[in-house]
């Protein structure tokens, strides 16, 4: 691929304003002033629009195709929620102007768009008190573990693990650690967490157990009663990974079932393109007993209806981001929620789990489908002996669609992951069993037929271990 120094050729420019009376180096002083003129490419206009053009239709994207990729929730968000989140009043705020003695008079629109959001998200969780600043599903998991070290210290609870199920997201036991607990993990049971074996693994100094529901093979728990009883006991929390939201708003309310603490990714189901490391909201929701603890400032409403922010929480763990987390992201997230309401809310994931069991239907007779049950908003998937998920994937990527997620879960032999989202019409899956029923049946006469895939993407395969381990990030200056 050519950069735009390998473009550049020199005298060519855009279109150069006329020169000031007074040229830079008159205005500036002398001591910041640069020794020599910076490495710049020359381009005309016209170069640089079509090379980052061309550029951006390198990068997959949900806006140019199909995208299912398990795990991820790769809906299509409307262009609309870009255009609320956009609006000068929100984006031309300066972002401590709250926190200004007065400055709350000059944000009451921002306040109120964090408290809304905090309440619908109380309202569709069957939360207490819901907090926007993580940034991300991790962090929102970081967040969880805080809090609940915080109840058990102020309990003054000796507890030291929490425990994980094999199917988790990598992030839970990586978020459990950073908080400083040992990390138990527990091994599912047809799929999901088996209540015997949480019996076993659930000795007094167990400060949680972090479950996901729908889990990462796309099914339902159905033990959650027996676990929540057997967690109170030993006064253990519950924390709930709702990535999968999806799969469930509008029709489960986890603060109902007995969950303490919930982060949500907001960027995944609720209006926000994803991918790439960013903007992501992993908004956190707790129960009554955890609300002391919650990061600060709090947006409250006044008894005149105005809205402040409230830093007196003694007990709080305190900031765990600047400026009350990714603004535009929850503003997103608030648009579509606004809009699609309570009708909407559960028909998006109704369509999500419709589509999910549609393509595992069909898919059926050409892959093995371990868990032969209804599924929430994905499936895993294995193919026929001897054919590899990397070569399916790489073979999907050359006909223009996304691969699903491979190689996770690690307790599903070679597994595809699909996750088609509500956003997807018939054709569209139509047009993926076709093609993945074709890829298989060719791969059984003539393995080497997956194996030469991708033919006439940009890369083909790569060395992945070699590209994470020493990225090239920087061109070199000759
Ligand atoms: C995506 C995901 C996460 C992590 O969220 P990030 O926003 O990527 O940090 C955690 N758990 C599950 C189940 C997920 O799907």
Do not use: W
């Amino acid at each position: 691929m050519r950069t735009l120094f390998d473009k550049s050729a020199k005298g060519r420019t855009a279109v150069v304003p006329a020169m000031p009376e007074k040229q830079a180096g008159d205005m500036l002083p002398q001591n910041l002033l640069r020794a020599k003129p910076a490495h710049l490419p020359e381009l005309s206009e016209l170069d640089v629009i079509r090379h980052f053009t061309e550029n951006s239709h390198k990068n997959f994207s949900v806006d140019g195709n199909f995208y299912p990729l398990g795990s991820c929730t790769m809906k299509y968000n409307a262009k609309v929620l870009e255009h609320i989140a956009a609006l000068p009043g929100f984006t031309q705020i300066h972002p401590l102007i709250a926190q200004l003695k007065n400055g709350e008079q000059y944000t009451q629109g921002a306040l109120q768009a964090v408290y809304e959001a905090e309440q619908l998200l109380c309202e569709i969780n069957g939360m207490k008190a819901f907090t926007m600043q993580p940034m991300s599903g991790a962090n929102g998991e970081f967040t969880g573990v805080m809090l609940i070290a915080a109840y058990h210290k102020d309990k003054g609870n000796k507890k030291t693990k929490i425990i994980v199920p094999d199917s988790a997201h990598g992030t839970n036991p990586a978020s459990a650690m950073m908080a400083g607990y040992e990390v138990v993990n527990i091994p599912s049971v047809d799929g999901m967490v088996d209540p015997d074996v949480l019996e076993k693994n659930l000795t007094d100094d167990v400060a949680a157990l972090m479950m996901t529901c729908p889990n990462t093979l796309g099914l339902f728990e159905r033990n959650l009663p027996k676990i929540v009883e057997k967690l109170r006991k030993i006064d253990a929390l519950l924390y709930y990974d709702g990535a999968n939201l999806n799969a469930i708003m509008g029709k489960m309310r986890v603060g109902d079932v007995g969950f303490d603490v919930v982060h949500l990714n907001l960027h995944k189901t609720m209006g926000t393109p994803h991918g790439g490391g960013g903007p992501g909201s992993g908004a956190v929701g707790v129960s009554e007993r955890l609300v002391p603890y919650l990061p600060v400032g709090r947006v409250e409403k006044t008894a005149e209806g105005t809205y402040r922010l409230n830093f007196d929480y003694p007990k709080s763990i305190g900031y765990i981001a600047p400026f009350l987390g990714n603004f535009s992201v929850y503003v997103k997230a608030l648009a579509y929620i606004s809009r699609l309401g309570k009708e909407g809310i559960p028909r998006a994931a109704e369509y999500a789990v419709l589509n999910a069991n549609y393509l595992r239907k069909k898919m059926e007779s050409f892959l093995t489908v371990p868990f032969d049950r209804i599924c929430m908003h994905e499936f895993v998937s294995t193919p026929p002996e001897g054919m590899k998920a990397l070569d399916l994937a790489k073979a999907l990527l050359e006909y223009g669609i996304h691969a699903p997620t491979i190689y996770f879960p690690l307790i599903v032999h070679e597994c595809l992951m699909f996750e088609p989202t509500e956003t997807e019409n018939k054709d569209t899956l139509d047009n993926l069993v076709t093609l993945m029923q074709e890829f298989v049946e060719k791969g059984k006469q003539d393995p080497s037929f997956l194996q030469q895939m991708p033919l006439t993407t940009p890369l083909r395969r790569l060395d992945e271990t070699l590209a994470a381990r020493s990225m090239v990030l920087k061109q070199e200056e000759e």
